[in-house]
């Protein structure tokens, strides 16, 4: 199993529609989640952590799921502008006071007017 | 503050040339990675620095690259010889705590 697997997608959604990525990881130890996002032939910015107890932001919805080793990234009332790849990354060495990061390799997703 | 940043923005080079790629990280951030993404292996750690120091090399290919953080505020990443193959965008990311801030990359082609 790969340490952190996403569906690269393309996810095509119009707009206002709500959309929803999932994010696998193999290290069930791993106690620090992001999702960043990537515009074409940009840098990846971080969007938002995921936190234990579930993280919102705006429209913008993250969630935890520790049993099944995987996080989410829920998107409601989808603008135009929401049309990006996003990167999940997943804390490489927990516990070693390191901050390497493992990002899959992003769901990219397009809204169509 | 100005961001990371990555210089040159664009490179094309000839196979078997040197290639130096240099970063900047934002001022204050103790932890420095170069990262390589390709649409086939996606985003790939190449070294981390914590505090100028190498902390893990792992994910660097091959001896033909290199890395340096001589200070606080410059590191470099070197490829030489340059191979077809190397071809990417490679970009730096500095963090004072978890949130990883990038650079705008490097666009590597060789010919």
């Known amino acids: 199993r790969k340490e952190v697997e996403q569906d690269p997608g393309p996810f095509n959604v119009p707009e206002g529609a709500t959309v929803a990525f999932n994010c696998t990881y193999s290290n069930s130890a791993s106690q620090s989640f992001f999702w960043y996002r990537q515009d074409c032939r940009k840098e990846p910015k971080l969007l938002m952590s995921v936190y234990s107890s579930g993280n919102e932001d705006g429209r913008f919805t993250a969630q935890l799921n520790r049993a099944s080793q995987y996080i989410s990234l829920l998107i409601r009332d989808s603008k135009l502008s929401d049309s990006a790849t996003y990167l999940c990354?997943?804390?490489?060495?927990?516990?070693?006071?390191?901050?390497?990061?493992?990002f899959g390799k992003g769901t990219k997703l397009s809204v169509i007017p | 503050d100005a961001g990371v940043i990555q210089s040159p923005r664009h490179e094309v080079t000839e196979m078997g040339q040197e290639v130096t790629l240099r970063c900047k990280p934002i001022?204050?951030?103790?932890?420095l990675f170069w990262y390589r993404q390709t649409m086939m292996r996606g985003l790939e750690l190449l070294i981390y620095f914590n505090n100028n120091v190498p902390i893990d090399d792992s994910g660097m290919p091959e001896d033909r690259f290199s890395a340096k953080m001589p200070n606080a505020s410059f590191s470099t990443l070197k490829i030489q010889p340059s191979e077809p193959r190397d071809s990417a965008v490679y970009f730096c990311?500095?963090?004072?705590?978890?949130?990883?801030?990038f650079g705008p990359g490097t666009r590597l082609l060789v010919l």
């Open positions: 001022s204050g951030h103790n932890s």
């Open positions: 990311a500095s963090t004072i705590k978890e949130t990883q801030y």
């Open positions: 990354a997943v804390n490489k060495r927990p516990g070693a006071g390191s901050y390497q990061l493992t």
